[in-house]
Nanobody, 114 residues
Framework: QVQFVESGGGLVEPGGSLRLSCVAS????????MSWYRQAPGKEREKVAT???????VYADSVKGRFIISRDNAKNTMYLQMSSLKPEDTAVYYC????????WGQGTQVTVSS
């Protein structure tokens, strides 16, 4: 059973930083590309960043230069280092695997506010 557990969210002031973690289980983590998504209140879920099994990365324009996606295959864990946070980054952040069908995790809430 494919599962994801996201953590690391919280309340941070504009310009601050957070590091999100996603622990995945139920599949061969190292073989699959993984993505971070986010969903703000009243908005569609959007893809934020992707990291392939070869560690190639792709970012949404809205976070390029501020967020860094990474992975530790030995720990079945993916990370999202977020810097220079803006109020518009406020959302619930989720991780997901590309190429498999799975339930979404509970996500982790990120709130950027002064």
């Amino acid at each position: 059973q494919v599962q994801f557990v996201e953590s690391g969210g919280g309340l941070v002031e504009p310009g601050g930083s957070l590091r999100l973690s996603c622990v995945a289980s139920g599949f061969t983590f190292s073989s699959y590309a993984m993505s971070w998504y986010r969903q703000a209140p009243g908005k569609e879920r959007e893809k934020v960043a992707t990291i392939t099994s070869l560690r190639r990365t792709v970012y949404a324009d809205s976070v390029k230069g501020r967020f860094i996606i990474s992975r530790d295959n030995a720990k079945n864990t993916m990370y999202l280092q977020m810097s220079s946070l803006k109020p518009e980054d406020t959302a619930v952040y989720y991780c997901y695997v590309l190429g498999l069908t799975a339930l979404w995790g509970q996500g982790t809430q990120v709130t950027v506010s002064s």
